[in-house]
């Protein structure tokens, strides 16, 4: 299979973005794929930089297993140059990240997380931050369907 570089960004890089960054690193792990794929994420505002992700996410992960600790940091231009592929997780972050694209070939690489859904009929992962428990679970539901379609789609090198 081909290599690639991964970019998840959401707005803040405290909920979802650093998720589905470890639940792929989870999953890249349990399949050997270390050397093939690396994982980072990104944030479109800033507003976090430095933080680890919410606490809330942070414990909604370790009760599945996961270990999110990526520190939050700005999605910035020279990202396009730095990844193979950019994820969106809603329309907002969508715009965003396209707005910095300085060419053709970088805007190609921007798709949105949902497109990469299986079980899940979600136009864009919903921002849990000003939710419930309940808000945090389906993230995380829709985070590790949207991963594993991802993941399926690089073994095959169809991406
Ligand atoms: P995220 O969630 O984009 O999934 O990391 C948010 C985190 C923080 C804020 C908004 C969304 N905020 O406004 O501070």
Do not use: W
Not at 41 to 56: E, I, K, Q, V
Not at 64 to 72: A, N, P, Q
Not at 91 to 117: C, G, H, Q, T
């Amino acid at each position: 299979m081909k290599n690639y570089k991964v970019l998840f960004v959401c707005l803040g890089n405290i909920c979802r973005s650093p998720a589905a960054e470890g639940v792929l690193k989870k999953m890249i792990e349990k399949q050997g794929l270390q050397d093939k794929i690396t994982v980072d994420s990104a944030g479109t505002s800033g507003y976090h930089n430095g933080d680890l992700p919410d606490p809330r996410m942070r414990r909604h992960g370790a009760r599945r297993g996961y270990k999110f600790d990526s520190l939050s940091r700005k999605f910035t231009c020279g990202d396009f140059y730095d990844f193979d592929i950019i994820l969106a997780m809603d329309d907002n972050n969508y715009r965003d990240i396209m707005r910095l694209a300085p060419d053709l070939e970088s805007e190609k690489k921007v798709r949105r997380m949902v497109d990469f859904s299986t079980r899940f009929g979600y136009d864009h992962i919903p921002d849990p931050y000003y939710s419930g428990a309940d808000g945090f679970e389906l993230a995380l539901d829709l985070l590790e369907d949207a991963c594993e379609g991802l993941l399926n789609k690089m073994t095959r090198s169809e991406l």
